[in-house]
């Protein structure tokens, strides 16, 4: 790490309190791609002890991460919000066999969604919720999805809208009846206490693909002008060609997040020192940077606050 000021850790969650921890002594910052919980609070212990000017910020990518950039972006137009529903699903734009499934990311991240508790707010009040639990459907430009709770989607978001809101939650979205399958595995037949077995079985059998699609659908309900007002931010993100290599969804999308953050870092618009956990800097900051640039990727935008050399930019 010498001769460099910045760490972005893409690794598997487990190996980041590891490099965390080497960049606190070699006096560099930290971002991570991270929705673990637990690797989150590692990172912001590791961070208690930074030098001034070196700030430690996990869970930068897409869920959480950009996602929580969107919701932000609906939640300050409202005068009163009551309640935030988020929804993202990484999927194979062409689902085959009856998961209607391809692995596009860590199948360690995918299993700790499946098998952990999930944080939500519920009547004001913050609470943990079952994963695989909370089953609802609906369409999007005429397909039909489903989308149930999983962990660690929000990030820090309940500890920043506590109080604020009374209905928080997160759910994964996947292809109608993808669910009922993962519940059989992970429950019933409990292969969440075998992780390792279980990780072993979803490589062995499901592909990979890079023709994916990220879906995410985030609604915002409150008071308007005296109105109970509902708004929506729905996208549909596709995998594209970008110089000589196929990029997947997720790879574009999860780079959107951090690009936004590291041009934050760039800015010197990130706090001085020590943990960053929450999003509430990210999101407020990237939504006031003055000359944000619009992400675009296959006829959509969203102002995500790049501001540095479009070379970062996930385009």
């Not at 010498?2 to 590891?18: E, I």
């Not at 759910?171 to 409990?190: I, N």
């Amino acid at each position: 790490m010498k001769g460099y000021d910045t760490v972005l850790s893409a690794l598997s969650f487990h190996h980041n309190p590891t490099v965390a921890r080497a960049a606190l002594e070699n006096g560099l910052s930290y971002f991570d791609l991270t929705e673990d919980v637990a690797t989150s609070d590692a990172v912001a212990k590791i961070a208690e002890s930074a030098a001034d000017g070196q700030i430690f910020m996990p869970q930068c990518g897409l869920a959480p991460g950009f996602i929580s950039i969107v919701a932000n972006d609906l939640i300050k137009w409202f005068e009163r919000i009551e309640s935030v529903k988020m929804r993202v699903g990484a999927l194979p734009q062409f689902p085959t066999g009856e998961l209607k499934y391809n692995l596009t990311w860590s199948t360690d991240g995918l299993i700790n969604e499946y098998c952990n508790p999930c944080e939500a707010i519920h009547a004001g009040r913050k609470i943990d919720v079952l994963p695989l639990e909370g089953l609802e459907h609906f369409s999007l430009d005429g397909v039909r999805y489903e989308a149930f709770n999983t962990s660690g989607g929000l990030g820090t978001m309940c500890d920043t809208l506590v109080g604020q809101v009374r209905e928080l939650n997160y759910k994964t979205v996947r292809y109608v009846g993808h669910r009922d399958l993962m519940k059989v595995m992970v429950d019933e037949l409990r292969m969440s206490e075998h992780r390792d077995q279980l990780k072993e079985i979803l490589e062995r059998a499901v592909p990979v693909t890079f023709q994916d699609v990220v879906v995410t659908f985030c609604t915002v309900t409150g008071l308007r002008k005296g109105l109970l007002v509902q708004k929506s931010d729905a996208r549909k993100i596709y995998h594209q060609q970008i110089g000589d290599e196929l990029w997947s969804a997720i790879q574009i999308t999860t780079a959107a997040g951090i690009c936004a953050v590291l041009d934050l870092h760039m800015a010197g618009r990130l706090p001085r020192r020590g943990s960053s956990l929450t999003h509430r800097t990210v999101e407020r900051r990237a939504a006031a940077l003055p000359d944000a640039r619009a992400f675009a990727a296959n006829g959509w935008s969203a102002d995500l606050g790049l501001t540095g050399s479009p070379d970062i930019r996930a385009r």
